[in-house]
């Protein structure tokens, strides 16, 4: 069972910057990908920017130039530079692992951490 820790949200004004941190653990045979989606009230679950183990690197056309996904996948670990930030990046950002399980055919398992509340108002 993989635990994913997040930390760094909080509430800052329209222009302003955010690190979000997340850390991984539990792991028993390596982690594939990390990443950050969001959910605003009355929206569906969203992605924000993904990282492989291969430094692939996606991000929602809707944080592209703003945002900066890095990590070290290998450490578990991953972090989220937001800058410029607007009223509507507004949401509950939610960490994401996708955790290796061998078998006849490797498959990926799906991780959520529990949240963290950004946002952006004056």
């Known amino acids: 069972q993989v635990q994913l820790v997040e930390s760094g949200g909080g509430l800052v004004q329209p222009g302003g910057s955010l690190r979000l941190s997340c850390v991984a653990s539990?792991?028993?045979?390596?982690?594939?990908?990390m990443g950050w989606y969001r959910q605003a009230p009355g929206n569906e679950r969203e992605l924000v920017a993904t990282?492989?183990?291969?430094?692939?690197?996606n991000y929602a056309d809707s944080v592209k130039g703003r945002f900066t996904i890095s990590g070290d996948i290998d450490k578990n670990t991953t972090y989220l530079q937001m800058n410029s930030l607007k009223p509507e990046d507004t949401a509950v950002y939610y960490c994401?692992?996708?955790?290796?399980?061998?078998?006849?055919?490797?498959?990926?398992?799906?991780?959520w951490g529990q949240g963290t509340q950004v946002t952006v108002s004056s």
């Open positions: 994401n692992a996708r955790d290796i399980q061998p078998g006849p055919k490797v498959y990926l398992v799906d991780y």
């Open positions: 990282i492989t183990l291969h430094d692939t690197i």
């Open positions: 539990g792991s028993r045979f390596g982690i594939y990908a």
